[in-house]
DNA sequence: TTTGTACTGCAATATTATTGCAATAGTAAA
DNA sequence: TTTACTATTGCAATAATATTGCAGTACAAA
């Protein structure tokens, strides 16, 4: 849930350990999110700030989450956000007639190709953590990232996706 | 992989037995995605056609990808998207010093509560999917959707998120 | 203090998404 | 077939989100 005040400071510190400078902008955008209790967008951290009478550029608010994500210190939150990139759903393992409609996805970062999977130990976990958080599961969303078979292999050069 | 050509009829099928129509645009929109090898964003969609000379205007394409995905006949790609809704790192695993960087989220759809949760079972089913499909991955990101215990209780009355 | 440069802010532009309303075209019934 | 209903589309306007280049600023080390 929330977190200690001392956590901005150990982020920034993080940061300073990496070779990066501690600066206002950077210092403000992480203690907003650290007061926070739900996930802000670029905007919101700005529109947020400046309410309290700080001024930040929303493209230094952009390149500051760069940063921050880029050395682990935030995340982001897909399933609620709205770029959406769609697929049709795999033919084989078809949900129109199923109750659950489980996304499970392989997305290779070369080609862009994308395979839907099952995951048989899914059902497993979505009950142990809903039963560990108290938490009420509705739906859930898996996404893996890496290299298709294709695109792994070693004589296979890079392709113009699609 | 690639859809049968009868993947097209099959999906509109499924939504004229909801009641909806078979349009032009609807149709052209399944095709695309049932041609196309990788996802698509709407205004991909919408310029791909155009290069096939067929003129679907983008707002018809968002809805129709809204009709489409209520319907479970698309999903969509979130870890390649932009929009960006971010939050820090949770202070108690902290990622800080690991070289696993999971996300896996609890999100509540009620007041946009966020909680990160630790996975045991997940090792397992990254190598079983990676073998499966011969699939190098890299990296993970799983989001479950649903109510916190707060909003889950029936005393609890709507909250206007933070 | 001084100095090098990492970083920020501004301006301009690109990309993605939503809303209201009038016109169009699917569909079922006549 | 034709008619009539209305679901759906297209257009125009606007909102929301993101990126790029460059000049000026301020952080941090000497
Ligand atoms: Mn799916
Ligand atoms: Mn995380
Ligand atoms: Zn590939
Ligand atoms: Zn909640």
Redesign the interface.
């Known amino acids: 849930?929330s977190?200690?005040k001392k956590?901005t400071e150990?982020?920034l510190h993080?940061l300073k350990e990496k070779g990066y400078r501690i600066t206002k902008p950077r210092r403000l955008v992480?203690e907003m999110?650290?007061t926070?209790?739900?996930?802000?967008?670029?905007y919101e951290?700005r529109d947020r700030l400046e309410a309290e009478g700080e001024k930040v550029d929303k493209v230094s608010i952009y390149r500051i989450?760069e940063c921050?994500?880029e050395n682990?210190?935030?995340?982001?939150?897909?399933?609620?956000?709205?770029?959406?990139?769609?697929?049709?759903?795999d033919?084989d393992h078809c949900?129109?007639n199923?109750a659950d409609?489980c996304?499970?996805?392989?997305?290779?970062?070369q080609?862009?190709?994308?395979?839907?999977?099952h995951?048989?130990?899914?059902n497993?976990?979505?009950q142990?953590?809903?039963e560990?958080?108290?938490?009420?599961?509705?739906?859930?969303?898996?996404?893996?990232?890496?290299?298709?078979?294709k695109c792994?292999s070693p004589h296979h050069k890079k392709t113009a996706?699609?």
């Open positions: 849930m977190h200690t956590y150990v982020a993080a992480v999110l650290n926070s209790d739900i996930a802000l967008s670029a951290i989450l921050l994500e682990h210190l935030i995340h982001r939150v897909l399933m609620t956000g709205k770029v959406r990139k769609c697929q049709l759903e033919e949900h129109l199923q409609h996304h499970h996805l392989l997305i290779c970062e080609c862009g190709f994308i395979e839907e999977v995951c048989p130990g899914m497993r976990i979505v142990q953590v809903a560990d958080a108290q938490f009420t599961v509705k739906s859930h969303h898996l996404e893996f990232l890496g290299l298709c078979q792994n996706a699609n």
